[in-house]
């Protein structure tokens, strides 16, 4: 089983509408999780991480993510995007001795 | 600017050359990681230096690969004898400590095309 799985690969939005990006991770990493941002032909950037303490975590460009443990979860989400919030996103936690293990990415797409 | 610098940013090559990457991490931070990328997919680790020593290698990372921090600052990833499944993204990253839980910064890639 994949260590960190995004489960949609693509989600389209309207702008200014809500989003969603689901993350579930396996019971094999470590409880470190991270998502990350990636914009056309650039390297990624941090959004957000849980590390420890609050279950909901704000991070840049007014996206939270929320972890739970019970579903074991770190869904990304905003209340609502901008056109300029269209990239890849990518979930990531340690596994191991790898220090960072990605998902596949969700490409969203907000539309106009 | 002072993040983590890839070169070169794009790299077109002949099946069967030898081709090498340079990675300049920020300058304070003593992880560094490669990663590859290919359409469509998330990141892959490849392997990752703590200082000078290389800690961990993914089995993706065949013979063809190696990887070098000679001196604890910049790193290089050459690919001998490329191949067109090599035509990636090659990711660089670098974080500061040797905690799991440190964030890692990320270049801009070099992409690789073997034509």
């Known amino acids: 089983a994949q260590s960190v799985t995004q489960l949609d690969s693509q989600v389209p939005v309207f702008e200014e509408a809500p989003v969603e990006l689901r993350c579930n991770y396996s019971s094999s990493v470590s409880v470190y999780l991270f998502w990350y941002v990636q914009y056309p032909n650039q390297g990624l950037q941090l959004l957000l991480k849980?590390?420890?303490?609050?279950?909901l975590v704000k991070g840049i460009n007014g996206f939270e993510a929320e972890f739970n443990k019970s579903q074991t979860s770190f869904h990304l989400r905003k209340p609502s995007v901008h056109i300029s919030d269209t990239a890849e996103y990518f979930c990531a936690a340690p596994l191991g001795n790898t220090p960072l293990v990605f998902g596949k990415g969700t490409r969203l797409s907000v539309i106009a | 600017d002072t993040g983590v610098s890839q070169n070169p940013r794009h790299k077109i090559t002949k099946r069967g050359q030898n081709v090498t990457f340079r990675c300049d991490p920020i300058s304070e931070h003593n992880r560094l990681y490669w990663y590859r990328q290919t359409l469509g997919q998330g990141p892959e680790f490849l392997t990752y230096?703590?200082?000078?020593?290389?800690?961990?290698k993914s089995r993706l990372l065949s013979d063809r690969f190696s990887a070098e921090r000679p001196k604890g600052s910049f790193s290089t990833l050459e690919i001998q004898r490329t191949e067109q499944g090599d035509s990636a993204m090659y990711l660089c990253?670098?974080?500061?400590?040797?905690?799991?839980?440190?964030?890692?910064?990320f270049g801009q890639g070099t992409r690789l095309t073997v034509v």
């Open positions: 849980y590390l420890s303490g609050s279950t």
């Open positions: 230096f703590q200082n000078e020593a290389q800690l961990e």
């Open positions: 990253a670098s974080s500061g400590n040797r905690q799991l839980n440190t964030e890692a910064f």
